[in-house]
């Protein structure tokens, strides 16, 4: 299980998840401000390969630290109503 | 015949103004790299370990490594080694822009600073002149202002490393300034230079590196930078957003420590984060000597009250200043950064020292009549201010610029410590990431990120990916890709932040035709642990044991918030565990046979007789 908390918002088949887009990726949604989070209903069982490539339209290749809830995650991994998805290029500090 | 290395040491003694030259010792350069290692050697031959850190006897030794200037990628590198005056550890604090570079141009590998002078003085080197100048009309100059000056005192394009004010009000702070804007920051370097009235080191040099094969070191040199172009980190988010684009990721993990270790999450991370910095203040990129991936920030606030300009803030600077004082506004976070660069002090142990502070006040063992003010977490003008006054040692800045070990013992908290061997921890949460944790615990610098940066497995997967909660085979984790890994590359003279693109067998394969001589993997891996054991037996000369190989309590308990709520530093307990790995004995002393193994002498008696 990925989500540390989830609760049963989930209502008919579709599911309330929200989403960070964080540095190089910002430019998928260039509209949102910095760690503003972009709401989203997807339907229940959509996994995160499912909402990058077919909802966010990112490659999952861009795609370097894939967080839900703060915890990493694979990308075959089912979203639940609630979580938070952050998403990173690859990035590093020192 | 040197390649590579220089082949000379220059020393110069401040209280009777010799100059002398020494041959290297190509044999010790071959068993200690360079750098690091090899400033680490030369000053365990010069001082008793025991000796007191401001004291005369306590040289300050700048080395360079055999890849320094060579002009492979991102070979700026330069260190300062000398007994800490923060610390009373080891130091070893290292810096890049174009000052290393500038001194093996003019011919030095090392260079011995010792004794002291009676009056400011600074040091020009034009190759093989040296001189030892006054300096009384630079004494209280900020470092950019200095640089200035003695490009017009000496020659337009000659290097400087200096000290700020803090540095000349022995601020234990302190850090050596390069390039204007560059620290070699931890550890109270710059208090030394400041106790030896040595404002400035002014270098110009007409030679170049020579190298054993340059055919094959160029060839080596062009597949390094195609790796780094072809590298998403060095030639993506490192241009672009330097390296505080770890804030919002390292935050978002519940591992971003705040208001003094308190917590492991911080409301204000995205205001201060690298993309802020990008939106609101950068103005554009600066690279080091050969460096291609140009990490640096030179940044503006154009107006309001806290209006300045400088480099950075790095990402630890934006922590220490930011999450830690639980301040939220980048403008502020950017002045406090740039005022200690004027004052030539050291961002994390500063903005520490200040988060320590505010715990004091708020839990009322420090009260407003003392500082002067208020100072409540949250409070970015208090922060500021604080700052200011620790770079000037004035009024409640006397008690700070002696960073929060001595400051959280002066008040009757020493639990509000949080470091290691009285050097304040960095921004990955120990309570997270347990590499860091034994790391932090372990390092012979007291608690720093970069002697084993252990994040980079636990976060980016390298050289392979352990998550961060994960306890197995992590001492030898810590120890053997990262300690000893990072010991052997401080010593080459090339930066850390190549290792995102390159491996550690790549930059071995570079120093053999720079150098001529052997340094394979194993030999390489061998290396940096024996720099690693010169550095413990000094440690343990001058008067640590076991019993500092600890962290403090807090990050020992479970972390009140975040996705990591519930986690605590545990790997710090496996200790026994690390000290077999390391060959030595229960006690953290390396055991005879350990010596033998790495042709080491015990020379002062402090290794376990097992």
Redesign the interface.
């Known amino acids: 299980m990925c989500a540390?908390t989830r609760d049963d918002r989930a209502q008919k088949n579709m599911i309330e998840i929200t989403v960070?887009l964080?540095?190089?990726l910002?430019r998928y949604r260039p509209a949102l401000?910095?760690?503003?989070a972009l709401p989203l209903h997807v339907p229940e069982g959509t996994n995160l390969k499912e909402l990058l490539s077919r909802i966010l339209q990112i490659s999952p290749e861009e795609v370097?630290?894939l967080?839900v809830?703060?915890?990493?995650c694979s990308l075959d991994e089912p979203l639940a109503a609630g979580d938070r998805v952050?998403l990173?290029?690859?990035?590093?500090?020192? | 015949m040197y390649n590579g290395y220089s082949g000379n040491i220059l020393r110069v003694d401040l209280s009777t103004g010799a100059v002398t030259r020494e041959p290297l010792d190509i044999q010790m350069a071959e068993d200690f790299v360079g750098g690091r290692g090899l400033a680490s050697r030369l000053l365990c031959t010069e001082i008793d370990p025991a000796v007191d850190p401001l004291g005369p006897e306590n040289p300050l030794i700048f080395g360079t490594g055999p890849l320094t200037g060579s002009g492979a990628p991102a070979t700026s590198r330069y260190v300062v080694v000398c007994k800490a005056p923060l610390t009373g550890t080891i130091a070893c604090s290292n810096s890049g822009g174009f000052f290393g570079p500038e001194l093996k141009f003019a011919g030095y590998d090392f260079l011995i600073i010792q004794g002291e002078s009676a009056e400011p003085v600074y040091l020009w080197i034009s190759d093989r002149t040296v001189e030892i100048r006054s300096a009384e009309a630079l004494w209280g100059e900020f470092p950019a202002a200095t640089e200035a000056a003695l490009r017009r005192l000496t020659r337009a394009t000659a290097k400087v490393a200096c000290i700020g004010p803090g540095g000349e009000r022995l601020s234990l702070l302190a850090g050596v300034v390069n390039d204007g804007y560059r620290l070699a920051a931890r550890s109270g370097v710059g208090a030394l230079m400041g106790k030896k009235k040595l404002k400035a080191i002014a270098v110009h040099g007409s030679g170049s590196v020579r190298l054993h094969d340059s055919e094959q070191f160029w060839s080596a040199t062009m597949d390094m930078h195609e790796k780094i172009a072809a590298d998403?980190?060095s030639f993506?988010?490192?241009r672009?957003?330097g390296?505080?684009?770890?804030v919002?990721?390292i935050n978002?993990?519940?591992a971003y420590p705040t208001r003094n270790f308190q917590y492991d999450t911080f409301e204000g991370?995205?205001?201060t984060?690298?993309?802020?910095v990008v939106?609101d203040i950068l103005q554009r990129n600066r690279a080091c000597f050969a460096c291609p991936i140009a990490c640096t920030r030179v940044s503006e606030v154009k107006d309001g009250p806290y209006k300045g300009r400088g480099e950075g803030p790095?990402?630890?600077s934006i922590w220490a200043l930011g999450a830690l004082c639980g301040v939220s506004d980048l403008a502020a976070v950017a002045k406090a950064n740039f005022i200690c660069g004027d004052y030539g002090i050291d961002t994390i142990s500063t903005g520490a020292t200040i988060a320590c502070a505010m715990e004091l006040f708020e839990k009322g063992a420090l009260s407003e009549k003392e500082i002067g003010f208020s100072m409540r977490f949250g409070d970015a003008a208090a922060m500021v201010r604080a700052v200011e006054m620790t770079g000037k040692r004035e009024g409640f800045g006397e008690v700070l610029a002696d960073g929060s070990y001595r400051l959280a013992a002066r008040y009757g908290h020493p639990e509000f410590f949080m470091g290691v061997k009285k050097l304040e921890m960095s921004a990955y949460s120990p309570r997270v990431f347990q590499g860091m944790a034994l790391q932090y615990a372990t390092s012979n610098r007291g608690a720093c990120?970069?002697r084993g940066?252990t994040v980079?497995a636990e976060?980016?997967g390298i050289p392979r990916y352990m998550?961060p909660e994960l306890l197995e085979q992590k001492e030898e984790m810590v120890r053997r890709p990262f300690q000893n890994s990072t010991a052997f590359v401080d010593s080459t003279g090339i930066c850390?932040?190549t290792k995102?693109a390159i491996t550690h067998r790549e930059i071995c394969a570079l120093l053999t035709p720079a150098t001529g001589l052997d340094f394979s993997f194993d030999r390489s891996i061998e290396q940096g642990d024996r720099i690693w054991n010169i550095e413990r037996m000094f440690n343990l000369r001058a008067g640590f044991t076991s019993d500092d190989d600890k962290l403090p309590q807090r990050v020992t308990e479970p972390s009140p918030d975040?996705?990591?709520a519930g986690s605590r530093a545990v790997l710090h307990e496996h200790l026994q565990t690390y000290y077999q790995l390391r060959g030595w004995d229960r006690s953290g002393r390396p055991t005879r046979a350990k010596l033998d193994e790495l042709g080491l002498e015990d020379w002062w008696g402090v290794c376990s007789d097992a």
Request: aromatic share 12%.
């Open positions: 540390a960070r964080n540095a190089g910002r401000g910095i760690g503003e370097a630290f967080l809830n703060g915890i990493k952050a990173w290029p690859p990035v590093a500090g020192g | 998403p980190v993506g988010s490192f672009a957003y390296t505080a684009s770890l919002n990721l978002e993990m519940g991370a995205a205001n984060s690298g993309e802020a939106e790095e990402y630890e990120h970069v940066n980079a976060l980016y998550a850390l932040f995102f975040g996705p990591r």
